[in-house]
Every structure is written in C-alpha cells, then in structure tokens.
C-alpha cells in the first residue's frame, strides 16, 4: 500500500514570519498540502504561487473563488480533476467555500476537499452538508476523500460530529500528543481536524510545534499520515454518505 503524507494549516493570509512559513512546509514535507487562509486579496494568485514553490510545491486548485482554501502537492502527485466550490453566503459573514481535487499517488485515486467553516455554528452545519453533496454528486467512487481544515469548533461541537459524515477522525484515531492546534504559541483548542473515508486508514497524526511553527502563524500545522489502497479498490468500497442515509 501506498503512504500519503496530508499537511492541513491554516497560514493567516501570511501575514507573520513567511520564511517560518516556509521552512515549516519544507521540513513536514508533504504530498498534499490543505491550506486555509491563503492570501485572497491583491496579487493573491502570485501569492500562492509564491507560497507553493517557497514550500517546494505546487498549486493544485484554490485560492480566492474557494473562499482562500487551497491545494497544493509535490511533483509526485498526479492530478485528475480540480473544483473550486463556494458555499452559500451569509450576510456580515465571510465568503466561505472549499478546495476540491481527484488526485493520485503511485497510482492510488483519492480526493482531498480543504475548507475553513465559519465561526457561527449554523453556517458551518449548512456548508458541511454542501460539501457533502457536493461530494456525492460530482467525485468519483473510486476516489477516497479526505475532508480537512479549520473547522473553528471543538470536538464536542455539532460540527465536529457532522463532520463524521466523512469518514474517521484522523487524529481521534492515530493521533500522538494533545493535538491542540490553537494558538500556535499556547494552544488550548483541537479546531484543526482531518476526516477520512473509512477505505483510507490513518497511522500518524499530529500537530507539529517548534520555534518556527510559533511565528510562521497562529494556528499549529496538522500532519496524518494514510494508507492508500490499491488502484482499483475493493469490492466493498464505501462512497460520501449524505446526512440522514441509513448507516
């Protein structure tokens, strides 16, 4: 079986020590990087461009029309198809949307979708089911998908259990330490999660401190590390199931 290395990080537009930034990337190493918070304003696409190759990557799909969700990879992974999703807007509240690509590695499909939900329950509950849909109708079978990002909830919180739609909490699963992922300096709040198709199955998960990590900003990187299956899977693979389905 093939090992996916998933980042998640919410990089605060990048407005704190972008050399940090940069060499947190660099040392996690990633396949996929899920990013929130990207720069969305001026120049936000040499912006993200400049982000990628800084973190030896490349960008896959996002930016500003995703609601500044991105995707990157490593020259490894081979892309299929990418979407730019925006959910539906609340007044006073900020656009909020999501990152969407089919990818492979060493042949193995699965798809990622990175988002950052809202800080008002309703909207994130809303946007979820969305993403589901969105899932259900347009992405392949074959293709496992990876739910990840700021979620702005704990995991007591209704959204954390709507994320269950998903698949497996990663960390909840294979986590190692607290997994507290803000603020970066201090953190007292697991905000940042990764959800999983039940077909992909999570060994590691962590959120990375270290000097850099506390100035590059001010959320802790999230790692997990997945199994991927073979290319074709199996028989018994399980799709995106939509809220209120029979289990």
């Known amino acids: 079986m093939t090992t996916l290395r998933l980042l998640s990080y919410n990089v605060r537009s990048m407005r704190d020590d972008v050399d940090a930034l940069a060499r947190v990337m660099r040392e996690i190493a990633p396949d996929v990087a899920i990013i929130q918070e990207a720069p969305r304003f001026l120049r936000w696409r040499s912006r993200c461009a400049a982000l990628a190759r800084r973190a030896g990557m490349v960008v896959v799909t996002g930016g500003r029309p995703s609601g ?5 990879s490593s020259l490894a992974v081979e892309v299929a198809a990418t979407h730019e999703l925006a959910f539906t807007a609340d007044r006073h509240l900020h656009h909020r949307g999501a990152a969407v690509a089919v990818l492979k590695l060493k042949g193995a499909p699965f798809a990622v979708a990175g988002t950052h939900l809202d800080l008002i329950e309703a909207p994130r509950l809303r946007h979820l089911d969305e ?3 969105f899932a259900a109708s347009t992405l392949p079978e074959d293709a496992p998908l990876i739910v990840g990002g700021d979620l702005n909830a ?4 209704a ?4 994320m269950r739609q998903f698949g497996t909490d ?3 699963a294979a986590g190692i330490g607290d997994g ?3 603020s970066a300096i201090a953190p007292v709040r697991r905000i940042d ?3 999983a198709d039940p077909r992909l199955q999570p060994t590691k998960a962590e959120a990375i401190d270290s000097a850099d990590v506390r100035i590059a900003s001010d959320h802790r990187p999230l790692v997990v590390e997945f199994l991927l299956p073979d290319a074709g899977g ?3 693979a399980q799709g995106v199931q939509l809220p209120g389905q029979d289990q």
């Open 68 to 72: 500044a969700n991105l995707v990157l």
């Open 131 to 133: 993403l589901a849909a």
């Open 154 to 157: 704990v995991p007591s919180s």
């Open 159 to 162: 959204t954390w259990q709507r």
């Open 170 to 172: 990663a960390f909840a």
């Open 180 to 182: 507290l992922t803000y």
């Open 193 to 195: 999660g990764v959800f």
């Open 234 to 236: 199996g028989a018994d």
